[in-house]
């Protein structure tokens, strides 16, 4: 019988050839052999992930036959250390978001956040966690770390841990959060300073105007004008004459 063999990715963005007419193409092209029907792929990456589809036509007395099957290809890559951003300081009772990625990893990573050390519980609703009170909601697939009413007991040092179970888990360095009361006192004594400053501008100017300061500074550009203004004309009837 004459065999052909045809290999085939399936990926969203459509269907290409791997294999066709004899050859690899695209990325397999000179890291890919046959193997009677199968492929061999050295250096693979996690580009070479997706579902293949193979293809064999037959010819026979009895007319030509089709044969096809797919097969899903998952190529594991340990993650790298995650980026992690962390707010170095954050007023009590505001909402606070801290976030953790990396996106070298297959599968994807989750992620675990730690507070001085100690890994933080997850808000489960039951066990240790429910006694716990815990006010902030962590997010193991995308890493986030939310206070909706972040307190000064959430001062700490803040790190965050992926893994996938490919390798060993990676972290980023360790970055502190400062929480702090809002200074109420501060904040009223640079009011009434900015009160202080403009009432006293406005007793100024109302003193400068009961003076005649500003009448005075009139009347002298006035006299100034007409004075100026009579020499010009004495000058002009002069050189008419």
Request: hydrophobic share 30%; net charge positive.
């Amino acid at each position: 019988m004459s065999l052909r063999i045809e290999w085939k990715k399936i990926q969203s963005q459509g269907v290409s050839f791997v294999y066709y007419k004899g050859e690899f193409t695209g990325d397999l092209r000179g890291r890919a052999e046959m193997l009677n029907t199968g492929i061999r792929i050295r250096n693979v990456t996690r580009k070479d992930s997706g579902t293949y589809r193979c293809e064999i036509s037959a010819k026979s007395e009895e007319g030509q036959h089709l044969g096809e099957a797919t097969i899903t290809l998952t190529v594991l890559v340990a993650p790298t250390t995650p980026v992690c951003e962390v707010p170095s300081s954050a007023m009590t009772g505001t909402v606070v978001e801290l976030s953790c990625k990396e996106t070298e990893g297959s599968p994807p990573s989750e992620y675990r956040w730690y507070k001085n050390g100690v890994a933080l519980l997850e808000k489960t609703g039951t066990g240790s966690a429910r006694t716990a009170n815990i006010t902030y909601t962590m997010n193991k697939k995308s890493g986030t770390l939310l206070f909706n009413t972040v307190t000064k007991n959430d001062t700490g040092e803040y790190f965050c841990e992926a893994s996938n179970g490919i390798g060993l888990p990676q972290k980023c360095s360790v970055k502190r959060m400062q929480v702090d009361d809002l200074n109420v006192s501060g904040i009223i004594a640079a009011v009434v300073f900015v009160a202080l400053v403009m009432a006293l501008c406005g007793l100024g100017v109302f003193y400068a105007q009961k003076k005649g300061y500003f009448t005075k500074d009139s009347s002298s550009q006035k006299n100034n004008y007409q004075s100026t203004s009579e020499k010009d004309f004495k000058h002009t009837k002069s050189f008419v004459i």
